[in-house]
Each structure stands twice: as structure tokens, then as C-alpha cells.
């Protein structure tokens, strides 16, 4: 990597770094020029303004976020086994401290993306975790080891129940060390396809 480009990706590691740790208001181009250690004017040079820089910097965390997940689905030998994958890969990402989740959490790129096609480029992001889930899901279902279900609607169910579990591990105080297993066992217990379907002794997926 050139200086040039070095300053750049210096310039957006600490956006993601301060965008996660004071929100999009907080965060100025005069604290990210200051962290990053690169002069003020060659921030406006590269991104232009801060809507775009945090634009970067949650596609960026979502390119990551995005690859993890399909790291961690690749190796399934079945689509349960696949879905109890991208359900702790999502949790053990979101606690990663070199993640830089929180992007993604203070700031919800849904209400602080500015413009339609900002907004548009952000979901369709998303939707990509989406499809990648419920493609495990049909996975699933058609190898016997889920039971029938909707994978669309169960895919959305799954990732709400999974963004709640997040939030109240990372911005609150009443989450039970349990909680991430907890969730991944509820999980589990609801859509795998066993002769007693009672969940007791079923187990979560490898890492």
C-alpha cells in the first residue's frame, strides 16, 4: 500500500473507531484527523464530507461482518448445522473488540444515511445477510435436519431475535452472562427436526 492509501485506510479505521464510540453527531473530522494522525485536509479529500466517511465506514464493517458469515456457514455439514453457525458467528462478531460493530449499533444506518441512494446501498447490504440465512434455512429443510418452516419469514425472525440479544448484551446493563447461549439454544430448540422435538439434549453447533 502506497502513503497515500496507507493515510486513507488510517483516516477510515479511525472513523469506524470513533463513529462506534460517540455516534455520527459526536464524531468530528477534526477527531478523526487527530486519532488517524493525518492532516485535517486530506480527510475532505478522500471522503468529502462525514455522511460520506460514515457511509465507508459501516460498508466497511459490513463487508467484514458480511465475510464472516459465510466463513462460518462454509464448512456446515448440514443446514442446521449451518444456521447454528451464522448464529454464533453473528454473536461472537458483534463482541469482537476489532469489529468495530458499534458502527453499526449507535449508529443505525437506516436512520442516519441521508440520501435515498445512500439508504437503498446500506440495505441492500443487509439483505445480503439476510438471503445468506435463509439460504441455510432451505438448506435445512430440504436435508430433513430443520423442521418445514418459511425460510424468508424465519430468517427475519431469527436476525430480529438476534439483533436483541446484541443490543442488550452491548448497550445495556441487564444481560445475563447466559444470554448469547441462551439465545443460540432457543434457536435451536425451535427449529431443528429431532424424533422427540422436546430440545433437551440437543446441542449448539461447532465454531
Not at 2 to 28: D, M
Not at 96 to 117: A, E, Q
Not at 190 to 198: A, G, L, V
Request: hydrophobic share 40%.
Amino acid at each position: 500500500m502506497n502513503r497515500n492509501g496507507s493515510k486513507k485506510a488510517a483516516l477510515l479505521r479511525a472513523a469506524k473507531e470513533l463513529f462506534g464510540e460517540y455516534g455520527y453527531a459526536e464524531t468530528t473530522f477534526k477527531k478523526i484527523s487527530d486519532r488517524a494522525g493525518v492532516a485535517l485536509g486530506l480527510l475532505t479529500h478522500h471522503y468529502g464530507n462525514k455522511e460520506k466517511l460514515f457511509l465507508a465506514s459501516g460498508l466497511d464493517v459490513l463487508e467484514h461482518f458480511l465475510a464472516h458469515l459465510t466463513t462460518a456457514v462454509s464448512g456446515a455439514s448440514t443446514g442446521y448445522d449451518a444456521v447454528m453457525r451464522f448464529c454464533r458467528a453473528y454473536l461472537e462478531f458483534s463482541v469482537d473488540p476489532d469489529s468495530n460493530w458499534l458502527v453499526l449499533v449507535r449508529c443505525s444506518p437506516y436512520s442516519d444515511m441521508k440520501t435515498k441512494t445512500d439508504r437503498d446501498l446500506m440495505d441492500s447490504r443487509f439483505a445480503r445477510i439476510h438471503e445468506l440465512l435463509a439460504g441455510q434455512l432451505v438448506r435445512g429443510v430440504e436435508d430433513g435436519s430443520l423442521v418445514a418452516l418459511d425460510a424468508d419469514g424465519t430468517a427475519q425472525v431469527v436476525i430480529s431475535l438476534l439483533v436483541g440479544a446484541n443490543r442488550t448484551r452491548v448497550l445495556t446493563p441487564y444481560a445475563p452472562p447466559t444470554l448469547y447461549e441462551e439465545t443460540l439454544a432457543f434457536v435451536s430448540r425451535s427449529i431443528q427436526n429431532t424424533p422427540s422435538r422436546d430440545g433437551d439434549s440437543q446441542e449448539m453447533a461447532p465454531r
